[in-house]
């Protein structure tokens, strides 16, 4: 299952000022450029890609999207603050785990590989 998010769901780690702000810092007149859009689609896909060939919780997923996303967003807008990127870094070493197989109680998908380099060059990749 893949991860989603809402401007909603991301109000829960940032204010409604801050997400406002967030969508209009640094845009001129005639640019459309939505950052938040844009860092919730690279926050899911982030968490999509550690967490691809596990069963985990759409919540779970959620949750670690959103605290990738609201320190991205913070970090753009100026300084995250201390439990902004207490959560950053957290779902940063959950999705991590995830990925090695270290995460507790995961279910693997299956068929599905790890997708990851075991060894080799440009040339010669050997995947587990």
Same mark, same amino acid.
């Given at each position: 299952?893949?991860?989603?998010?809402?401007?909603?769901?991301?109000?829960?780690?940032?204010?409604?000022?801050?997400?406002?702000?967030?969508?209009?810092?640094?845009?001129?007149?005639?640019?459309? @450029?939505?950052? $938040?859009?844009?860092?919730?689609?690279?926050?899911?896909? !982030? *968490?999509?890609?550690?967490? =691809? &060939?596990?069963?985990?919780?759409?919540?779970?997923?959620?949750?670690?999207?959103?605290?990738?996303?609201?320190?991205?967003?913070?970090?753009?807008?100026?300084?995250?603050?201390?439990?902004?990127?207490?959560?950053?870094?957290?779902?940063?070493?959950? @999705?991590?785990? $995830?990925?090695?197989?270290?995460?507790?109680?995961?279910? !693997? *998908?299956?068929?599905?590989? =790890? &997708?990851?380099?075991?060894?080799?060059?440009?040339?010669?990749?050997?995947?587990?």
């Amino acid at each position: 299952m893949p991860a989603t998010l809402t401007d909603s769901q991301l109000k829960a780690a940032l204010t409604n000022e801050q997400i406002v702000k967030a969508r209009t810092k640094g845009i001129g007149e005639d640019e459309t @450029i939505d950052v $938040v859009a844009e860092e919730i689609a690279t926050a899911c896909s !982030k *968490v999509d890609t550690f967490c =691809s &060939g596990y069963i985990v919780a759409s919540g779970t997923l959620t949750g670690w999207a959103r605290d990738l996303c609201a320190f991205a967003v913070a970090k753009r807008l100026d300084t995250p603050t201390d439990s902004q990127k207490t959560a950053y870094e957290t779902a940063n070493s959950d @999705i991590k785990d $995830v990925r090695d197989g270290k995460f507790p109680n995961l279910e !693997k *998908v299956a068929g599905a590989t =790890s &997708g990851k380099v075991a060894s080799g060059g440009k040339k010669q990749i050997e995947t587990r």
